[in-house]
């Protein structure tokens, strides 16, 4: 177990989700004008895009969150940061592309500088060249600004999986599928973005340990708790323990607190019990700026997770608390 931890922390420290600084306490009071404003320009300064050249939907989700921020609900910075972090187009040059060279050379033009709408006419004509350029598809549904449109992209991009080499498959598929599911994730696509990281599961069966963390809390907050014990049944591995309490979660919300509930739960504490006072509302989620150890960091990780398909069930943070 020990082994495992340590594993699990140094894995933990190279996680996208360490790259965002860390959120406002769901308790902290109402904010003022200057501290919103200092609130916004620290969430502006952890988005890897100019603020000029985001999407549409990232302005009008920045003012959502602060103006529920405004009035002392900031758990929305937590999730919207998340999001927004996770939702950035992957670089392609700093992995083999996912598409043929002549569309590869196109992609490659792309600078992150530019015109969300000279981006998409270059993966526009990167598609007409190879019309299984999964990269151009992923790029045309990061920066589509209707959910149906995004949708159709990314199934798209799933569905060209297939003709790509085996080893590519293998190697880079699953990291797209995760940024595909992270985006449907943050609109609220939960069913879509199952369906397009499950295919990861074949594609990379010995090291696709993220997908099954993703994917046991996508089963959690869509209440698909058979599918949910069937991932852990066959999962040998879980580094952040976020499959532990998933699966604590899911026995509680069919049978209470049974036996087996609080045995499946005690099991996570010992993977990760820093985490079940994220969980259980004990501790606030971290404010910005605030300095996090490799252990706080390690438990931060799986509530992020957890944390909405735990409020999706009833009684299930007192039941952790107590």
Same mark, same amino acid.
């Given at each position: 177990?020990?082994?495992?931890?340590?594993?699990?922390?140094?894995?933990?420290?190279?996680?996208?989700?360490?790259?965002?600084?860390?959120?406002?306490?769901?308790?902290?009071?109402?904010?003022?004008?200057?501290?919103?404003?200092?609130?916004?320009?620290?969430?502006?300064?952890?988005?890897?895009?100019?603020?000029?050249?985001?999407p549409?939907?990232?302005?009008?989700?920045?003012?959502?969150?602060?103006?529920?921020?405004a009035?002392?609900?900031?758990?929305?910075?937590?999730?919207?940061?998340?999001?927004?972090?996770?939702?950035?187009?992957?670089?392609?040059?700093?992995?083999?592309?996912?598409?043929?060279?002549?569309?590869?050379?196109?992609?490659?033009e792309?600078?992150?500088?530019?015109?969300?709408?000279?981006?998409?006419?270059?993966?526009?004509?990167?598609?007409?060249?190879?019309p299984?350029?999964?990269?151009a598809?992923?790029?045309?549904?990061?920066?589509?600004?209707?959910?149906?449109?995004q949708?159709?992209?990314?199934?798209?991009?799933?569905?060209?999986?297939?003709?790509?080499?085996?080893?590519?498959?293998?190697?880079?598929?699953?990291?797209?599928?995760?940024?595909?599911?992270?985006?449907?994730?943050?609109?609220?696509?939960?069913t879509? =973005?199952? $369906?397009? +990281?499950? !295919?990861? #599961? /074949?594609?990379?069966?010995?090291?696709?340990?993220?997908? *099954?963390?993703?994917?046991?809390?996508?089963?959690?907050?869509?209440?698909?708790?058979?599918?949910?014990?069937?991932?852990?049944?066959?999962?040998?591995?879980?580094?952040?323990?976020?499959?532990?309490?998933?699966?604590?979660?899911?026995?509680?919300?069919?049978?209470?607190?049974?036996?087996?509930?609080?045995?499946?739960?005690?099991?996570?504490?010992?993977?990760?019990?820093?985490?079940?006072?994220?969980l259980?509302?004990?501790?606030?989620?971290?404010?910005?700026?605030?300095?996090?150890?490799?252990?706080?960091?390690?438990?931060?990780? =799986?509530? $992020?997770? +957890?944390? !909405?398909? #735990? /409020?999706?069930?009833?009684?299930?943070?007192?039941?952790? *608390?107590?």
């Open positions: 177990m020990a082994t495992k931890r340590k594993k699990a922390k140094k894995r933990a420290k190279r996680s996208r989700t360490q790259s965002r600084t860390l959120f406002p306490s769901p308790d902290s009071a109402h904010m003022g004008p200057e501290e919103l404003d200092a609130l916004r320009q620290s969430i502006v300064g952890q988005i890897p895009l100019p603020e000029q050249d985001w549409p939907r990232f302005a009008e989700c920045l003012e959502e969150a602060l103006a529920a921020a009035v002392g609900q900031t758990e929305l910075i937590e999730e919207l940061v998340m999001a927004m972090v996770a939702s950035m187009p992957p670089d392609i040059q700093e992995r083999p592309p996912l598409c043929n060279a002549s569309a590869a050379e196109v992609l490659r792309i600078d992150s500088s530019e015109d969300p709408g000279i981006i998409t006419k270059k993966a526009q004509r990167a598609l007409d060249l190879d299984h350029a999964v990269d598809m992923i790029l045309l549904g990061d920066f589509a600004t209707d959910e149906a449109e949708v159709a992209y990314y199934r798209r991009a799933s569905e060209s999986a297939p003709h790509l080499d085996r080893e590519l498959i293998r190697r880079v598929m699953p990291i797209a599928r995760i940024h595909m599911a992270s985006n449907l994730r943050s609109a609220g696509r939960l879509e =973005a199952t $369906e397009i +990281l499950v !295919p990861a #599961l /074949r594609e990379a069966p010995e090291d696709e340990n993220e997908v *099954r963390v993703e994917l046991s809390s996508l089963y959690l907050w869509l209440g698909w708790f058979d599918e949910l014990e069937e991932l852990v049944e066959s999962t040998d591995e879980d580094e952040l323990g976020v499959m532990a309490y998933a699966r604590a979660l899911a026995a509680f919300a069919a049978g209470g607190a049974s036996r087996r509930s609080r045995a499946l739960l005690q099991f996570a504490f010992e993977l990760n019990g820093y985490a079940a006072g994220y259980a509302g004990r501790l606030p989620m971290p404010q910005i700026g605030d300095p996090l150890s490799p252990e706080q960091q390690f438990a931060v990780q =799986a509530a $992020e997770r +957890l944390l !909405p398909g #735990l /409020r999706s069930i009833d009684g299930a943070m007192a039941w952790i *608390r107590n």
